[in-house]
């Protein structure tokens, strides 16, 4: 059973290979493994999606999805693993913003609102998730019905708000 009875949301995402031959979706996958493996639950999983990067500029396209998990971790250590994963996946820390080999946000673990936690980079839900069609629109597939703690709007109704101005396409189940 999970500290949270609430969802516990992961947005997964790449858009660099790893390697010569790991593609950025393979790479999301492997990410979900280690998840597992580090005793996080999948309780989800939205289908995968093709997008343009947010703020639009030359970059590679990602491949985003979003993940319901459950977890015995509070959200710090879970962050915490969840960084540990970015960084055995060839995540670079100054990446933020740019290109990357692998993106693991935490979203929202259950209904909890709050900055910090004892971590500058730890604030739920999201602070920008509401905004990103790239979040909003796997999320509302898995949980359309989730409610942002903040905003207190259904899921399926922010993905129909932050989806203009970006390109999505829905790549595989």
């Not at 639950?41 to 999606?49: D, V």
């Not at 290109?99 to 839900?125: E, F, H, K, Q, V």
Request: aromatic share 6%; net charge negative.
């Amino acid at each position: 059973m999970s500290v949270s009875e609430e969802p516990i949301l992961v947005g997964v995402g790449a858009n660099l290979f790893l390697n010569d031959e790991q593609a950025p979706l393979t790479t999301c996958k492997i990410a979900l493994q280690k998840m597992e493996g580090l005793g996080m639950t999948i309780l989800q999983r939205s289908s995968w999606y093709l997008t343009s990067p947010v703020p639009a500029d030359d970059q590679p396209w990602y491949i985003n999805g979003v993940v319901s998990i459950a977890s015995d971790l509070l959200p710090n250590l879970l962050l915490r693993e969840l960084l540990l994963i970015e960084k055995q996946l060839g995540r670079l820390p100054d990446s933020r913003g740019g290109a990357r080999t692998i993106d693991l946000d935490l979203l929202a673990y259950g209904g909890r609102i709050c900055d910090n936690m004892g971590n500058p980079s730890l604030t739920l839900p999201h602070p920008r998730m509401a905004e990103r069609g790239f979040v909003m629109l796997p999320l509302s597939e898995i949980l359309p019905y989730w409610l942002h703690p903040v905003l207190g709007v259904r899921a399926e109704v922010l993905a129909a708000e932050s989806r203009s101005g970006q390109k999505l396409v829905r790549v595989s189940p």
